[in-house]
């Protein structure tokens, strides 16, 4: 079985699909959970801001 489901976000359209066992037990709630928990990981990978370490910094944190 494949759900394939979408949102419509600030940062554009999030497309994907779960695939599960045609005999899964998981509730609508469940699924929906699901779908959710994507969207959230997916939105977090979009809006994903690297700090930036200056030389000094890099070479405190690695020791080098």
Known sequence: MKINFTFETEFGLFS??????????????????????????????????PIELSSEEWIEKNGE
């Open 16 to 49: 994907d699909a779960i695939t599960l066992e045609d005999d899964h037990t998981y509730t609508s709630d469940e699924i929906e959970a699901m779908k959710q928990e994507r969207l959230t990981n997916w939105i977090e990978v979009v809006t994903f801001k």
